[in-house]
């Protein structure tokens, strides 16, 4: 006779201590369920490095660029006109660097006597870059925005579709018993008294 | 497939790979030029920038880089309007207020039909068990069929 086959899952166990807090019996009798816990207010520990909380006064989300760095595209009404503008720009300084390394590498810039000119060129190719990826930054919260839409939209959607289909079901089931009472009515014969 | 600002983002980083490639590359593969007076003794007839092997870099990383800011530009254009006025601000979190009341009600009725459900099916289970009881009473009644 073979052994009966044991039960085994190519996982490990879940936590049982941590399960067997949510029992039927425990959540039927509402005996204190853990509650996950709330999101952390104020200074925390991100991959051992301290993160300062979230501050909602500021626009927390989309950080100035004006802070550290110069903002070089002017409007930002017109995102797709400044990106595009950024985007050649970028073209263009290229082919400055390189008009000026093909020339002369050594040669002073005229603003600032400290740098070579090709250090000033390859500053302002740096600056175009994070501004361009400054500009894309800034459209992040917007599209987390038409996200969260998306989502509400097709819960809302399924959970309507879910109820109609169940109140049909149940319309359905409520007429097949009717319908069973009375053609049982009719075999029963009727008792007189 | 990433969203469309990951993939915006991934290109001017790919932009910004090639223009350093190109320079690398075409600094270290770059015939070495002519003096301006100087005479040199090798006269050389061809003055392109192709390589030994025959590979001419430089056209090479412009047809890339010309490719690559193509990419970017199509990819700005396919970008759908973003509200950037305060009106359109207010707009879209109105909008956002109300799908989030409409999703609350729309859960509230998901979970009265749950509840109406299960009351009828309490119901029939209850009926089958009436049946049930009363059939097996009436065979050990009579047992043989009478």
């Known amino acids: ?193 | 497939m990433s969203d469309r600002l990951t993939q915006l983002q991934d290109v001017v980083n790919l932009l910004a790979d090639h223009l350093c490639n190109a320079t690398g590359v075409l600094q270290e593969t770059a015939r070495p030029s002519r003096f301006g007076d100087f005479e040199q003794n090798s006269t050389t007839t061809t003055n392109s920038n192709v390589d030994n092997n025959g590979d001419d870099y430089s056209r090479l990383f412009a047809s890339l880089i010309t490719r690559t800011t193509s990419e970017l530009v199509a990819l700005i254009d396919s970008l759908p309007a973003i509200p950037s006025t305060e009106d359109d601000l207010l707009e879209q979190h109105a909008q956002l207020e109300l799908l989030e009341q409409e999703n609350i009600e729309t859960t509230s009725r998901l979970e009265q039909t749950t509840e109406l459900a299960e009351y009828l099916l309490e119901q029939v289970q209850t009926c089958l068990q009436s049946l049930s009881q009363a059939l097996l009473d009436e065979r050990k009644k009579f047992p043989q069929g009478q």
């Open chain 1, 1 to 193: 006779m073979e052994p009966p086959p044991v039960l085994s899952s190519a996982f490990p166990l879940p936590p049982m201590s941590y399960i067997e807090l949510f029992s039927n019996d425990n959540i039927s009798q509402n005996n204190k369920i853990l509650q996950p816990p709330p999101p952390i207010d104020g200074p925390y520990d991100l991959f051992g490095l301290f993160v300062n909380g979230i501050d909602h006064s500021e626009p927390i989300i989309r950080p100035l660029a004006a802070q550290q760095i110069q903002r070089v595209y002017t409007r930002p009404d017109d995102y797709k006109g400044e990106l595009k503008k950024l985007c050649f720009a970028i073209l263009t300084n290229y082919l400055d660097l390189l008009q000026i390394v093909s020339r002369s590498t050594l040669t002073p810039s005229t603003d600032s006597g400290n740098i070579t000119l090709r250090e000033q060129k390859l500053n302002e190719i740096e600056l175009l870059f994070i501004n361009i990826h400054h500009l894309i930054n800034e459209l992040r919260p917007h599209q987390a925005r038409e996200t969260l839409r998306v989502i509400l939209e097709e819960q809302k959607q399924q959970r309507e579709k879910t109820s109609e289909k169940l109140y049909s079901f149940l319309n359905r089931i409520v007429d097949v018993l009717n319908s069973a009472v009375y053609s049982l009515n009719d075999l029963v014969p009727k008792t007189s008294n």
